[in-house]
């Protein structure tokens, strides 16, 4: 217990950790939600470029931790109107330095300063048109200020099964600090 409340922060980790509702310590990976938006994440991805994002074995569940802890960045956000980020994996968040909480809901175009959103926007335009782009470049920008370089960034359309798109994700291995 005293190790999930150091987690979240706390300063009393007595008081903190009484607080710490059950569902904080599950694994993110473990939600049926999150099994299922994996699925369609990993599907959408082979769909649009014909390879495997990660290594596909062990159960829905097991994908779902790979793709979570794997090392290359993996980011998602659905298709609201001002979309919204739905999943971020360990190298997302540590990466744009924040939390599972503090991720999932952010509109996505935040993820760029103000000044690279037109950009941004274009891309993921030429990815709802194309259902992917394999050569995306640009600058991102952390929760706290910190700006990136993302190269050579897979972008694609996230469809379900009878093919409606659900969402845009995004997968890289290459960045670059800025400051």
Known sequence: MIE????????DRRAKTA???????RKIWEAESIVSWTQWLLNSFRF???????????????QAKCLFECPMVV?????EADPLLNYGNRAALDLWESSWA???????????????QAERARMLQRVEQNG???????????????RFLVDRAFVW???D???????????????????
């Open 4 to 11: 999930t409340a150091l987690k979240i922060g706390s300063v």
């Open 19 to 25: 607080m710490v509702p059950r569902i904080c310590e």
């Open 48 to 62: 649009w470029t014909g390879r495997e994002l990660i290594v596909r074995e062990g159960s829905l569940r097991d």
């Open 75 to 79: 980011v998602s956000h659905g298709i």
């Open 102 to 116: 503090e991720f999932i809901g952010m509109p996505s175009r935040l993820t760029a300063e103000p000044q690279n």
């Open 132 to 146: 992917f782009v394999d050569d995306y470049r640009g600058v991102r920008i952390s929760k706290r200020g910190r």
């Open 157 to 159: 359309n996230v469809v």
């Open 161 to 179: 099964l009878q093919g409606q798109r659900r969402g845009q994700a995004a997968a890289f291995s290459n960045w670059l600090f800025l400051d």
